[in-house]
C-alpha cells in the first residue's frame, strides 16, 4: 500500500487455542467445538505522457505536485432362554436347594458323565459350560443344581436417528471450503469451522463500456482498495464513462474505510455533474475535492491514532476527450490498440522518488529502487499538507484502452512498455477479461499488495464529413 513498507500479515486468526490443520482453500480454521445440536464435533520519477507517443498531445494540464470401547451389547434379549430339547423355560435362578434335576437332563459332571463340558474350570463344583448337542450353553453349578443359562448383558438402547437437515434460510451464505455447510453472522462455516473471505476480498464489474477488479492479494488480511465504475448521458446524448480507483494507506487509521469513502464520493459527483454539461475536467477537480471531503469526515469519529487516508486516480471518457485526475501514486496508463504505436503513462506520482526524480538527484531506476520511493508525498485525509488535485485532459488520435490502477498492479509492470505487453490485445472488446488478466499477473508476481485495476476502452469519435 502506498506509504508503507510491505508487510505479511498472513490469513485471519483461526479463533481457538490449537493451530488448525491447512486448508486447500486457504482459509483459517474456526474452533473445533461441539455443535449445539450435541452431533459429532466437526473434524478438526515518473514519465509525463509523451508528446510522441502517437495518442495526441494534453488538451490542457492542471493541478502541481502535492505535498489470514464399542457398545458390546447382545444379540439376544435380556430375558431367560429357552431349552433347546423341550422349548419350556430354564430358571434364570439355578433353581432351589434339594430340587432334583431332569432325569432325561442330566448335570454335566466334572468326571465326564452325561454331556462332556466344553471347558472345565476346576476340581468340586466349579463352574463349567455346558454345549451338549440340542441344548443351549448353560452354566452348571455342580451336582443338584438345576443348569442355568448364561445371561446376556443388557442391550443398550438404539441411537437415536440424526435430525433430518432442514432447508437452507433463503440468503444464507454456503461455505467456499466445504461447500456444504452455513455462515454464520461471524463469517465462520458452522460444518467445518473455516472463516469466510470478506466481500472485499475479491470484487468485480462490468458494464458495457468499462469494467474492474479488486483482490485482497496473497498478503495483506483485508482488501484496503475501492473502486467505482459507471456510466451516464451527457446533454448532447452521447454517453460519458467514468473509473476512479483508490488505494487505502495502510499506515493510517480505517484505510479501507477512507477508499470507500473517496470513490463513492468522486463517482457521485461526476455523475450529478456530467449530465449538466459541466466541463468534464473541471467536474474531475471537483470530483476529487468531494472526495477529500469524505475521507476527512471520518477523522471525526474518536478513536483514531491517525486520521484515514487514501490516494485517488479517476478518468473520464467522453465523446473524443479523455480526462484523467489523480492525487497520489495510483496511475493511469493509455495503451492503443495498435500495439506498434507506444503506450504511455499518464500520471505523475507523488512520491519520494518522484520528487527525487524531479529534482535531478536521482535517476529513475536509482530512486524507485531506493526503499523510500513508495513513501507518498500527496494523499486524501485530514493530516494531508495540502490538497492539489492533478487534472489532465487529452484527445487521443487512435482507439485504445485507459488502465487505471493502484501500485499493486503496477509494481509488476511499472512501464508503459511492460503494461502494453501484459495487457491482452483484445482488450477494447474483453475489457473484464482483461482486468482479470491484469490482477493476476500480480498475483502471480507475489500479490504482495492488494490489487485493483479498471480497463475503460476509448474508441475515437467518427470524422465529421467535409
Given amino acids: 500500500m502506498p506509504g508503507e513498507p510491505r508487510h505479511d500479515f498472513g490469513a485471519p486468526a483461526p479463533r481457538h487455542a490449537a493451530a488448525p490443520a491447512p486448508d486447500p482453500a486457504g482459509f483459517p480454521a474456526r474452533p473445533a467445538t461441539a455443535p449445539a445440536s450435541g452431533g459429532p464435533a466437526p473434524a478438526p520519477g515518473p514519465n509525463a505522457p509523451d508528446p510522441g507517443a502517437g495518442f495526441g498531445v494534453p488538451a490542457s494540464r492542471s493541478g502541481g505536485h502535492g505535498a489470514a470401547a464399542?457398545?458390546?451389547?447382545?444379540?439376544a434379549g435380556g430375558g431367560p432362554?429357552?431349552?433347546g430339547a423341550y422349548g419350556g423355560p430354564v430358571s434364570a435362578a439355578g433353581g432351589a436347594p434339594g430340587v432334583p434335576p431332569r432325569p432325561d437332563h442330566p448335570p454335566t459332571l466334572p468326571d465326564g458323565s452325561g454331556h462332556p463340558p466344553t471347558r472345565y474350570d476346576g476340581p468340586g463344583h466349579q463352574p463349567t459350560l455346558h454345549d451338549g448337542p440340542g441344548h443351549e450353553p448353560t452354566l452348571h453349578d455342580g451336582p443338584g443344581h438345576q443348569p442355568v443359562q448364561v445371561p446376556a448383558p443388557p442391550s443398550a438402547p438404539?441411537?437415536?436417528?440424526?435430525?433430518?437437515?432442514?432447508?437452507?434460510?433463503?440468503?444464507?451464505?454456503?461455505?467456499?471450503a466445504c461447500r456444504s455447510g452455513q455462515v454464520d453472522t461471524d463469517g465462520y462455516c458452522e460444518n467445518c469451522g473455516h472463516a469466510q473471505p470478506r466481500e472485499r476480498d475479491h470484487q468485480e464489474e462490468a458494464l458495457e463500456s468499462v469494467?474492474?477488479?479488486?483482490?485482497?492479494?496473497l498478503r495483506h488480511h483485508r482488501n484496503e482498495d475501492s473502486f467505482a465504475v459507471a456510466a451516464t448521458a451527457l446533454p448532447d446524448g452521447t454517453t460519458a464513462t467514468v473509473a476512479v480507483v483508490c488505494d487505502g494507506v495502510s499506515s493510517a487509521s480505517r484505510p479501507d474505510d477512507a477508499s470507500a469513502a473517496a470513490a463513492a464520493a468522486a463517482n457521485e459527483s461526476l455523475l450529478s455533474a456530467l449530465p449538466r454539461g459541466a466541463n468534464p475536467q473541471q467536474a474531475m477537480h471537483e470530483a476529487i475535492v468531494s472526495a477529500a471531503d469524505a475521507v476527512n469526515a471520518l477523522a471525526a469519529a474518536p478513536g483514531h491514532q491517525n486520521a484515514p487516508a487514501c490516494t485517488l486516480v479517476g478518468a473520464v471518457v467522453t465523446h473524443g476527450i479523455l480526462v484523467i485526475g489523480w492525487v497520489g501514486d495510483s496511475r493511469?496508463?493509455?495503451?492503443?490498440?495498435?500495439?506498434?504505436?507506444?503506450?504511455?503513462?499518464l500520471t505523475e506520482d507523488d512520491s519520494w522518488a518522484a520528487q527525487m526524480v524531479a529534482a535531478g538527484l536521482m535517476g529513475e531506476a536509482e530512486a524507485y529502487a531506493d526503499v523510500r520511493a513508495h513513501a507518498i508525498t500527496g494523499w486524501l485525509g485530514a493530516d494531508a499538507y495540502e490538497l492539489e488535485p492533478h487534472t489532465a485532459a487529452f484527445k487521443p488520435d487512435r482507439p485504445g484502452v485507459v488502465v487505471v490502477c493502484t501500485d499493486g498492479l503496477w509494481n509488476y509492470a511499472e512501464s508503459a512498455e511492460e503494461m502494453a505487453r501484459v495487457l491482452p490485445a483484445d482488450a477494447a472488446a474483453r475489457p473484464?477479461?482483461?482486468?482479470?488478466?491484469?490482477?493476476?499477473?500480480?498475483?502471480?508476481?507475489?500479490?504482495?499488495?492488494?490489487?485493483?485495476?479498471?480497463?475503460v476502452p476509448f474508441p475515437v469519435a467518427p470524422r465529421p464529413h467535409s
Fill in 70 to 75: 464399542g457398545d458390546a451389547s447382545a444379540g
Fill in 81 to 83: 432362554g429357552t431349552d
Fill in 158 to 176: 438404539p441411537a437415536p436417528p440424526a435430525p433430518a437437515a432442514g432447508p437452507r434460510p433463503a440468503g444464507a451464505r454456503v461455505c467456499v
Fill in 211 to 217: 469494467a474492474a477488479v479488486s483482490d485482497r492479494g
Fill in 332 to 345: 493511469a496508463y493509455w495503451v492503443p490498440d495498435d500495439r506498434s504505436a507506444p503506450p504511455a503513462r
Fill in 432 to 455: 473484464l477479461h482483461s482486468a482479470q488478466v491484469l490482477v493476476g499477473h500480480a498475483l502471480d508476481g507475489g500479490g504482495h499488495d492488494n490489487v485493483t485495476v479498471a480497463v
